[in-house]
């Protein structure tokens, strides 16, 4: 993958999301398809996925989120494009 064809986006995922392994899942998804990237929870109970990699996979990716794991109940995805911040791999962010 070139630094050319790699997009960004910030997604925010709210409903039932935590406690529900939200961010593990994510996290797997995102490994499954190469994308890089951080997932965290928010302090109002949302979740937060910064995801880079090419924009299919990202369409992919954001399309998981509006399901999300089993256990999930998603009310809304909000899906904004953000710079490229080059990260090598997709973590789990805590706090």
């Not at 406690?19 to 890089?36: H, P």
């Not at 090419?54 to 794991?69: N, S, T, V």
Request: glycine content about 8%.
């Amino acid at each position: 993958m070139t630094a050319m064809n790699v997009q960004a986006v910030q997604i925010v995922v709210r409903g039932q999301v935590q406690g529900v392994f939200f961010r593990a899942t994510a996290l797997e998804i995102a490994r499954d398809l190469g994308l890089s990237g951080w997932a965290r929870n928010l302090p109002e109970g949302d979740v937060e996925i910064h995801a880079e990699g090419e924009p299919q996979k990202l369409e992919r990716m954001i399309a998981w989120c509006h399901q999300g794991p089993p256990a999930a109940r998603v009310a809304e995805v909000d899906v904004r494009p953000v710079p490229p911040e080059h990260y090598r791999t997709f973590t789990i962010r805590y706090a």
